[in-house]
């Protein structure tokens, strides 16, 4: 398996409340991406990143932002979290965005929020 | 909106069956691959078939691609319950950043 940890696992929060989520993955992968999965909606990108310090937005990127100072690390932020941002999401890593793009991916932190 | 819708959403059969799941995308790609996620679980790669392909074979699956009716099928051979999952389709552009766009899935249903 892939070497990718997400964390927190499970979470339950309050309207309003500030959330991050983290990605680490000791593969030295270039690619890092944050998918959402909803029933009747598939995965949606969020925001992916092609590099330190370099990010940009994916289909569903309002109300988040990222960051990624190391090359191991993806944060995921919800300022403000809204009833509408429950979901699982799953972190994601590709070795080579500019050839296959296959896609190695984490086992998911299901949040809600209240 | 979703580049790659799968057909049927959901799926039932008895073990030893075939299963056939069909992909629909809308634009231009690169490669397109298929995915599986067992409940609860991440999703994990199955098998990747390039726009200049037309068919790809890995162990019990063949995987088919039509660029010219923008379509792709995944063939599951001698089902087993083991093979009790969602699957997905992903397809890559041709831009340099990777970034795969899923459909919404076929929950495939193998009973012993």
């Known amino acids: 398996d892939a070497g990718i940890t997400q964390s927190p696992r499970h979470k339950v929060t309050e309207t309003g409340t500030p959330v991050t989520l983290r990605c680490h993955q000791t593969?030295?992968?270039?690619?890092m991406y944050w998918y959402r999965q909803d029933p009747g909606h598939g995965l949606r990108l969020i925001h992916y990143s092609y590099g330190v310090k370099d990010t940009d937005k994916g289909e569903v990127s309002d109300g988040y932002s990222v960051s990624r100072s190391k090359t191991e690390d993806f944060l995921l932020t919800l300022e403000s979290a809204t009833s509408s941002q429950t979901s699982v999401y799953f972190c994601?890593?590709?070795?080579?965005?500019?050839?296959?793009?296959?896609?190695?991916f984490g086992e998911g932190s299901r949040l809600t929020v209240l | 909106s979703q580049q790659g819708e799968e057909d049927p959403q959901a799926l039932s059969i008895q073990e030893g069956e075939n299963a056939t799941m069909n992909c629909s995308y809308k634009?231009?790609?690169?490669?397109l691959q298929w995915y599986r996620q067992n409940s609860g679980r991440g999703l994990v790669h199955l098998i990747l078939?390039?726009?200049?392909?037309r068919e790809k074979h890995s162990g019990r699956l063949r995987v088919t691609l039509d660029t010219s009716k923008k379509s792709s099928s995944l063939l599951i051979t001698a089902s087993r319950a083991a093979d009790t999952a969602s699957y997905f389709c992903?397809?890559?552009?041709?831009?340099?950043?990777?970034?795969?766009?899923f459909g919404q899935g076929t929950t495939l249903q193998v009973k012993p």
């Open positions: 634009t231009s790609i690169n490669n």
């Open positions: 994601a890593i590709s070795e080579s965005g500019q050839t296959t793009g296959e896609l190695f």
């Open positions: 992903a397809t890559k552009g041709s831009s340099n950043t990777g970034k795969l766009i």
């Open positions: 593969e030295n992968h270039r690619y």
């Open positions: 078939i390039r726009s200049n392909e």
